[in-house]
């Protein structure tokens, strides 16, 4: 299919469609079609660095050693149960080119409990992991930003845009993420 691409000065180029698709990004969602990721649960989710830059740390002599930035986003992740009461925090890393965490909804948010129609599939909810992750960047970002700004650096994309979530449906499941997280730094030091 051919598109004819215009400008208010006439006709400026032609463009094969099907190669501008074929080169566009085609992002579909990680997320569980269907699934209400509002309701009460436990989730194993795992961020990304940009880029996978070590912005949070490094391995020296054997030792996982945080940066500031590192530390930073331990901080932001601690403290949002303040933001959102009915999450629990479990066990939990930051890494130095990613972080692993796992969280418990403890209840179901009031966006689930009092809707009436369901939402749709691409709309967050309030309350939902989208939301709770999206603000965790964020709140990291800016902190790490504004810690920059002091040393008179420019602002930096911290997180990549998105983030893998997983499920967990039984204590055997927990149980095994618990382990994933612990033992990460040994897995990540031997690769």
Not at 94 to 122: K, Q, W, Y
Request: hydrophobic content about 40%; proline content about 5%; glycine content about 6%.
């Amino acid at each position: 299919m051919w598109a004819i691409v215009g400008t208010r000065y006439g006709v400026s180029s032609i463009i094969d469609r099907k190669m501008a698709d074929i080169n566009l990004p085609n992002r579909q969602s990680t997320r569980l079609r269907g699934y209400d990721y509002a309701q009460a649960g436990a989730y194993f989710v795992t961020i990304c660095t940009a880029e996978r830059r070590p912005a949070f740390g490094r391995f020296h002599a054997g030792e996982l050693q945080l940066h500031p930035y590192g530390y930073i986003a331990a901080e932001c992740w601690q403290r949002i149960p303040e933001h959102y009461p009915t999450v629990v925090l479990d066990e939990w890393i930051v890494m130095p080119d990613h972080f692993h965490g796992i969280i418990v909804l403890a209840t179901e948010s009031s966006a689930t409990t009092n809707a009436t129609t369901p939402a749709r599939f691409s709309a967050p909810q309030s309350g939902s992991l989208s939301i709770i992750f999206n603000r965790f960047k964020g709140a990291t970002t800016r902190a790490i930003n504004r810690a920059r700004a002091e040393k008179n650096l420019s602002p930096v994309v911290v997180w990549q845009s998105r983030f893998h979530d997983r499920i967990i449906r039984d204590e055997k499941e927990l149980d095994a993420t618990r382990l994933y997280i612990a033992t990460n730094p040994a897995r990540h030091q031997a690769s």
